[in-house]
C-alpha cells in the first residue's frame, strides 16, 4: 500500500465515522420530534371523546364541531409518530451500517429522504453522497460484502 493509498484511507475512516454519528445524533431528533405526534394522538383522542360524549348528552350539540374532526386529529398525530419513528429507526440503522460498511444502497436511499430536512439534513445528505461516491469508499464497502 503506498503512502497516498494509506492516507486516504485513514481520510475514509474519519469521513464515514463522522457521517456515522450524523446520522446517530439526526435519529435522536428525529425520534424527539416524532413523539409530538403523541401528543397531537392523544388530544384529538380527547377531543373526540369530549365531543361525543357533549353530543349525546344534549349539552351545547349545535355549538360543537363534528365528532370526526378529534378523531381525525388522533388518526394524524398517531401517522405523524409512526413517520417519524420510522425515519428515527432508518437513521440509526443507517449510522450503524456506515460504521459496519455494508448495505451501501440502503444508505444512499435514506441519505437522498434525509436531503428533504433543510437545512442540516440536506448537508448530511449531500456529504454521504459525496463520501460514498468516492471509488475508494465503494472498494469499502464492497470488501466487507464478500467477507
Known amino acids: ?14 469521513h464515514l465515522r463522522l457521517l456515522s454519528i450524523g446520522y ?19 388530544m384529538g383522542v380527547m377531543m373526540g371523546a ?14 360543537m364541531p363534528p365528532h370526526m374532526m378529534g378523531w381525525m386529529f388522533g388518526i394524524f398525530g398517531g401517522l405523524f409518530f409512526l413517520f417519524g419513528a420510522g425515519m428515527a429507526i432508518a437513521k440509526f440503522l443507517t449510522g450503524k451500517y456506515l460504521r459496519q460498511r455494508r448495505s451501501r444502497t440502503f444508505c444512499q436511499v435514506i ?26 469508499v465503494q472498494s469499502l464497502f464492497n470488501r466487507s460484502t464478500a467477507a
Not at 446517530?24 to 392523544?42: E, K, P
Not at 436531503?115 to 448537508?123: E, M, R, V
Open 24 to 42: 446517530y445524533i439526526s435519529a435522536g431528533v428525529s425520534g424527539f420530534f416524532s413523539l409530538f405526534g403523541l401528543m397531537y394522538m392523544f
Open 50 to 63: 369530549v365531543i361525543s360524549s357533549a353530543a349525546k348528552t344534549g349539552q351545547h350539540a349545535d355549538a
Open 111 to 136: 441519505a437522498g429522504i434525509t436531503c428533504l430536512s433543510i437545512p442540516f439534513g440536506t448537508a448530511l445528505g449531500v456529504a454521504t453522497f459525496m463520501v460514498l461516491g468516492k471509488p475508494s
Open 1 to 14: 500500500m503506498t503512502d497516498l493509498a494509506f492516507k486516504q484511507s485513514i481520510l475514509d475512516e474519519e
